[in-house]
């Protein structure tokens, strides 16, 4: 089973940036459509952001467009989250994940088990 293990986050204020990392632990990573997903405070899971094993497409919730960028490192089994002009609705737990690009429910979307995640925290 592979292992995820993010890091990067922290607090930051409003409008300020933040680079998530997350290290799959096998090759596996290389041939996967992968994500990132986040939960805030007393919310349900959701989608982030994903892209294409080769890095040729990404798409992201509406929310973040424009804000974050997603990006991989398949020689490292590297997954990258950029996130930039961030707001205190931003707050949460990110995790990564493995995504099947068929469907839209996360818990059916996500194929590995969770790593631990990372948090952020935004001040306005």
Same mark, same amino acid.
């Given at each position: 089973?592979?292992? %995820?293990?993010?890091?990067? =986050?922290? %607090?930051?204020?409003? =409008? =300020? +940036? %933040?680079?998530?990392?997350? %290290?799959?632990?096998?090759?596996?990573?290389?041939?996967?459509?992968?994500?990132?997903?986040?939960?805030?405070?007393?919310?349900? @899971?959701?989608?982030?952001?994903?892209?294409? @094993?080769?890095?040729? +497409?990404?798409?992201? @919730?509406? +929310?973040?467009?424009? @804000?974050?960028?997603?990006?991989?490192?398949?020689?490292?089994?590297? !997954?990258? !989250?950029?996130? &930039?002009?961030?707001?205190?609705?931003?707050?949460?737990?990110?995790?990564?994940?493995?995504? &099947?690009?068929?469907?839209?429910?996360?818990?059916?979307?996500?194929?590995?088990?969770? =790593?631990?995640?990372?948090?952020?925290?935004?001040?306005?």
């Amino acid at each position: 089973q592979v292992q %995820l293990v993010e890091s990067g =986050g922290g %607090l930051e204020q409003a =409008g =300020g +940036s %933040l680079k998530l990392s997350c %290290l799959a632990s096998e090759s596996t990573f290389s041939r996967s459509t992968m994500g990132w997903f986040r939960q805030g405070p007393g919310k349900e @899971r959701e989608f982030v952001a994903a892209i294409t @094993r080769n890095g040729e +497409s990404t798409v992201y @919730r509406s +929310s973040v467009k424009g @804000r974050f960028t997603i990006s991989r490192d398949n020689a490292k089994n590297t !997954l990258y !989250l950029q996130m &930039d002009s961030l707001k205190p609705e931003d707050t949460a737990i990110y995790y990564c994940n493995a995504v &099947d690009p068929t469907k839209s429910q996360v818990v059916s979307m996500a194929l590995w088990s969770w =790593g631990q995640g990372t948090q952020v925290t935004v001040s306005s």
